[in-house]
């Protein structure tokens, strides 16, 4: 139930299933350990490598590659 609300408050059909998958995601570990810092730490995770993706197809398409190298030092 948690992962369908996470998913939904989103608003957005195309990333409804991402979010659903990472708000189970997000439950179950919860609903074993009772620890929310292992959510904490799972949530920053999953937004540092969706703004890092975000930015490397941003600076891609920005530059036409030529800057996309940046990225991969």
């Known amino acids: ?11 957005n059909i195309w990333v409804f299933l991402p979010m659903f998958v990472g708000g189970v995601g997000f439950a179950w570990p919860y609903d074993k350990k009772h620890n929310l810092y292992i959510n904490i730490l799972a ?3 999953w937004n540092t490598i969706s703004m890092a993706l975000y ?9 036409g590659g030529q800057a996309a190298w940046l990225l991969l030092k």
């Open 55 to 63: 930015l490397q197809q941003t600076l891609i398409h920005h530059t």
């Open 43 to 45: 949530h920053i995770t």
């Open 1 to 11: 139930m948690a992962g369908l609300v996470f998913g939904a408050m989103h608003m």
